[in-house]
Each structure stands twice: as C-alpha cells, then as structure tokens.
C-alpha cells in the first residue's frame, strides 16, 4: 500500500489552469504506474490522465488536448496540468498507484489501480 497526498485544487474561472501535484511515500515510485481520476457529485469515478513506468501516457477525448500529465521520480511526485477549464470538469480528483514491476504498460481503468489518495476538489465556475 502506497500512501498518497494529493494538492493544488481550488477555485478557478472557465478557461483557467491549475496544476495539481500528488506526493507519495512509494520507496520505488519509479516501478508504479500512476493516474489522476476524477469523480462528480452522483457520477461514477472516472479516468483524467494515467502514465506507466516508463513515460507513456493516456488520456481520454473528454480532456485530451487540456491536460498532461507527468511525473517526477526524483521527487516522487505525480503532476497534472489542466488548462482551458470546464464547468463539467469540476469533481474530486484523485491520484492512485499500482505497482508495475514487470510492464511498463498503462492502466486506464480506476479498478486496476489499489491505492489511493484522499482526493482534492476542484471547482470551475464564474
């Protein structure tokens, strides 16, 4: 179990950016995938940004284009930059690990991660 702390939610206008930050105590972090997913008050949890041990990343069309995701070993960090900001894209967002040892493919899906951080809000509105 990986222990995850997630940061830089807030209150932004449409079109705005923030760019949210997730620190863990993985003593490997190299050797995990990662990804940020997001969940809106009555929907179901869903995929924002995810990339594997060795850089590659996915997105899906709802975001792809507005957000990066990227991740610093050094500093055992997992970021995401989102820019052009929605009304629709405000939701909790989180950050979850799982531990990709021997495949450095990505994991789109929230069932295939098993750790989790608390989660940061986000909140787009004028």
């Known amino acids: 179990q990986v222990l995850l702390d997630e940061s830089g939610g807030g209150l932004v206008q449409p079109g705005g950016s923030l760019r949210l930050s997730c620190t863990t105590s993985a003593r490997a972090f190299s050797s995990y995938a990662m990804g940020w997913f997001r969940q809106a008050p009555g929907k179901e949890r869903e995929t924002v940004a995810t990339i594997s041990t060795s850089g590659d990343t996915y997105y899906p069309d709802s975001v792809k284009g507005r957000v990066t995701i990227s991740r610093d070993n050094a500093k055992n960090t997992l970021y995401l930059q989102m820019n052009s900001l929605k009304l629709e894209d405000t939701a909790v967002y989180y950050c979850?690990?799982?531990?990709?040892?021997?495949?450095?493919?990505?994991?789109?899906?929230?069932?295939?991660?098993?750790?989790w951080g608390q989660g940061t809000q986000v909140t787009v509105s004028s």
């Open positions: 979850a690990a799982r531990g990709s040892v021997y495949s450095d493919r990505t994991y789109a899906k929230p069932s295939e991660y098993s750790s």
